[in-house]
């Protein structure tokens, strides 16, 4: 099936190509893409494109897309694959929802004494198991830089710890790497960042602290870091760091100057996840 599957691919390409102004102005508006090769932005554009073809964007009353915004969230989204074959590694949903701004979203959580709490919650980006992805457009226009910020990348993240099962901070591993590797990196720095915080709440970690809610989290922020400020995560986790490295398939990456895994937190885990801009701060969620 691989003719059929490159011949597919050449049709769609040619079909509705990504004109060279309009790549080139994307380029332009995203920081995090000058680290890639010609080779590199050359491929990103191409699965860019894919993407596009592949993914149906809504955007909400308030919000208009234009074709630059819609090569920019293109982009971001195929960034973290860039380097892995060309699996689907985005099956499973096949619509991004996109919000003018940050948006409430109903939260329910049962304490352990059996009550039940209901709130509105102002999320920036929300994944679901079997559904579409949510990003408030604000925040997709500041995942574009090298700060450790990346509204896209964190919420498809969870989309691909998701493809076996719940998110739980263990997405599907590459045949070349071990769950136990993978699990003793991730847990040790998730036990470093929740100890750190436990001493002091205020504490500035090297990483976004919404990383100590649970192991679903972490690995998304982890991910952030790994696209937007990796000189950051190597410096503090440096497990974590190699883990991701393998995971991406990013062993040429140039760097721009600029589970199985136990859940044993007390910041419980859950499948749908949020974040603001400002993430740390308010709408910090408490399961
Ligand atoms: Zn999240």
Redesign the pocket.
Known sequence: MGWWRAWRRRRALARQPIPDALWAEVCHRLPVLDGLSDEETDLLRERATLFLQEKALTALPGLELDDAARVHLAALAQLPLLHLEELDWYQGFHEIVLYPDDFLSPQRHRDAGGIEHEWDAEHS?E?WQQGPVILAWPGVLASGEWEGYNLVV??L??KLDMLNGD?NGLPPLHGNMRIQAWAQAMQAAYDDLNQQLDEDPDRETAIDP?AA?NP??FF??ACEYFFNAPDLLAGAYPAVYEQLKLFSGKTRWHVSNACAWPTNSRRHSTMV???GPMRGTAGRMCL
Request: glycine fraction near 6%; aromatic fraction near 6%; proline fraction near 0%.
């Open positions: 980006g994944a964190h919420e993240a969870h998110a919404y809610e679903a989290e998304a922020v996840e949020r974040h």
